[in-house]
């Protein structure tokens, strides 16, 4: 085991994956010249072939990892920024999705669509989406937003060799957390489980991505309000691991999602209704949700940063959902 | 190619192309200045190198026609008349800014000299001048719509359905394709099929005009061309103007990452301003007349930063405006911690 980052986690899921299966093979913009540390040393080690730079163009290198993982291949390919899976919209959606069921089973499509949610730095509205809900409501869409190194490279891995399309959302917030990740070539981390980051007894608190690491931190400060919480990481957005969440609410009877998206159909609204439909009877409170509110992400980081769901609103929730006082804001 | 051997337009016309080209130059180191002292948020996609294209291509314009620009923002508003206090404010974050502190250095867009948007996505600045010169058409204006877009943006789907469009319905459009060389690390040849951008043209049936972008005169004319065309009803021209970035792909990303060639030197002799002010020289303008434009060009900027830094922030609650006509609500827990 070595203490690794979240990107170099990434470098070695797809280090091991291209070594280990040579269907495996690589695709996006500038990554040869490995923009972001995800892709060190790969075309000395894989060749141009495997390691491909591709055109300006989602919609069509998208669309043709989709056509190359149908004759057996087995693609990753970097978007660079989730955003820039708008353009790609028609091919993931219309083909890469529905495939396999249009076509009865006959269609088989293999491959992994990374995309990095870079948000938070003045990058504006058109670069700094969290896009994992817009997909969600697709069916036939696999979908992993790792919160850790460990996660994030077992996940990886998983999805590079599972059979269905899997979309990888990598949170840039994360992007330099280090944690202990094993050496173990097969090493995986299941597609569908969640994990819980940490035990409590007072409130759930689901959280998405980015939104863990927060989650974390305003678990630790509820300590000295006496509010033990629980923070449970789906890991799997699509499938999502509702007994957990589920078993957890029971235990607890309180919960609270944690979601960097847009408040509305966001991935913390979808987890509250499962709640609220599956576990109302053990509910002592009403389900809270921290999100980003429905308003863009603006350039200017005075206004941008208090947008995302913090510690502080997280805190806060924790306390009005167990009936404590609000205190007022600390400086 | 497209040449000029001399400088066309009267000597107003002549200097203000000057001035242009000077403001991008300046305003842009200014910012770099600054970017590096910490003061600009975010990542600074500079055009020095391109300034001779940008300011050509709007000279030909008219302050009524429609632009449309992209991520790499700065000069185009400025080469079409853009007034600098508000742009430098954008670029500070600032209430003042022109899209008040929302869109940053990638969009500077000024609406009041006919900017329809600098867009981020790569690409998606095609289908929008072409829905503009639809628009003119239908209100019976003689307007006209111009789209700059990258060597990169070429392969985007976009920018073929926008050509694609204003062919077939004769819009009164013009797409510059601004070949600086490289998208981010990929050199044109690495990413377009067939040597030329504007050799698709062919393929819409409407004129591809390769045009020095280094020359601003050359690309005047270039466009002018397709101005003409495109207000007397005989639809689009795609125009590619062949110029070099100086800087990085942004200013922040660590390393330059563009594989530059032996070539690189020679572009940076053949650079847009110099040229055009031996030019001017040439043809009897004098010396201390240029001078006395970098001077003022100088004191421009400097105003323009002094009052981006004068300005305020925006507050928390303009964060909440824009995304429709009326503000949105600030949910509680929001505002209790902004
Ligand atoms: C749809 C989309 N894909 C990728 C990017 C990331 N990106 C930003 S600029 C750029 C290169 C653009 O190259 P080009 O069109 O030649 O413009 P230049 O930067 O050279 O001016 C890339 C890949 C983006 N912003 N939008
Ligand atoms: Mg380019």
């Known amino acids: 085991m070595a203490k690794i980052t979240f990107l170099e986690a990434i470098q070695q899921a797809q280090a091991e994956e291209l070594a280990r299966d040579p269907s495996v093979f690589m695709m996006g913009e500038d990554i040869r010249c490995n923009v972001f540390g995800t892709t060190t040393g790969f075309v000395e080690r894989f060749g141009e072939e495997r390691i491909r730079d591709t055109p300006i163009s989602e919609n069509g290198f998208i669309g043709a990892a989709g056509g190359a993982a149908m004759v057996g291949m087995r693609p990753i390919v970097d978007a660079t920024l989730s955003s820039f899976l708008y353009p790609a919209m028609d091919q993931i959606c219309s083909i890469i999705a529905k495939s396999r069921y249009i076509y009865g089973g006959q269609a088989r499509l293999p491959l992994v669509i990374r995309s990095c949610m870079f948000y938070g730095n003045s990058n504006a509205a058109q670069h700094s989406d969290r896009p994992y809900a817009m997909f969600m409501n697709m069916p036939g869409l696999k979908i992993i937003a790792p919160s850790d190194p460990r996660d994030m490279k077992g996940l990886l891995k998983a999805a590079i060799r599972d059979d269905d399309p899997v979309l990888c959302f990598e949170d840039g917030t994360c992007w330099m957390a280090k944690a202990e990740v094993p050496d173990d070539p097969d090493f995986l981390i299941p597609i569908g489980k969640g994990d819980v980051k940490r035990e409590g007894t007072d409130v759930t608190i689901i959280a998405i991505a980015g939104g863990v690491p927060t989650a974390l ?31 957890s609410v029971r235990k607890t009877g309180r919960a609270i999602c944690v979601d960097p998206a847009h408040l509305t159909c966001s991935a913390a609204s979808e987890i509250s209704a499962t709640i609220v439909e599956q576990a109302f009877d053990a509910l002592r409170a009403p389900v809270i949700r921290v999100t980003t509110p429905d308003t863009h992400l603006p350039f200017s980081p005075h206004i941008e940063k208090p947008l995302y769901p913090t510690v502080e609103r997280i805190v806060d929730a924790a306390r009005r959902i167990v009936g404590a006082p609000v205190a007022p804001q600390t400086v | ?267 940076v002799g053949r650079d847009p301003i110099r040229l055009y002010r031996a030019r001017l020289i040439e043809e009897g303008v004098g010396d201390d007349a240029l001078s006395a434009i970098d001077e003022a060009v100088r004191q421009e900027v400097a105003d323009a930063l002094q009052y981006a830094r004068d300005s305020a922030y925006p507050d928390f609650e303009e964060a909440f405006d824009h995304v429709f006509v009326d503000r949105l609500p600030i949910p509680a827990d929001v505002r209790a911690h902004a």
């Open chain 2, 1 to 267: 190619m497209h040449d000029a051997q001399s400088s066309i337009g009267d000597n107003d016309r002549r200097l203000e192309k000057y001035r242009r080209m000077q403001r991008i130059r300046q305003f842009e180191t200014k910012a770099e200045a600054i970017h590096a002292a910490g003061e600009i948020p975010g990542a600074l996609h500079t055009y020095a190198g391109m300034e001779a294209s940008g300011v050509g291509a709007c000279m030909a314009l008219r302050p009524d026609d429609y632009m449309v620009g992209t991520h790499r923002s700065h000069g185009h508003p400025i080469a079409k008349g853009a007034m600098l206090r508000p742009l430098m404010a954008e670029l500070l974050g600032k209430s003042t800014g022109i899209c008040r502190g929302k869109g940053g250095s990638m969009h500077l867009s000024d609406f009041s000299v006919g900017s329809l948007g600098e867009t981020s996505i790569v690409g998606s600045g095609g289908p929008v001048a072409a829905g503009a010169a639809l628009g003119a058409k239908l209100q019976g204006l003689d307007r006209v719509a111009l789209c700059f877009f990258g060597d990169g943006a070429s392969s985007e789907g976009a920018i073929h359905e926008g050509m694609n469009l204003a062919a077939v319905w004769k819009l009164p459009a013009i797409f510059v394709c601004e070949n600086n060389r490289f998208g981010m690390s990929t050199p044109t040849s690495d990413a377009v099929a067939g040597e030329h951008v504007a050799d698709r043209a062919h393929g819409y049936g409407i004129p591809g005009v390769i045009v020095d972008g280094q020359d601003v005169d050359a690309v005047e004319q270039a466009v002018r061309e397709a101005v003409d065309r495109a207000r007397a009803g005989k639809g689009p021209t795609l125009i590619e103007t062949k110029t070099y970035r100086y800087a990085d792909h942004a200013v922040n990303m660590g390393r330059d990452l563009t594989p530059r060639g032996p070539e690189h030197d020679e572009w």
């Open chain 1, 217 to 247: 931190k305003a678990a630790k400060r509820l300590e000295a309000d006496d509010i033990s919480a629980e923070v449970i990481d789906p890991r799997t957005l699509v499938p999502l691991d509702r007994d957990l969440i589920l078993r």
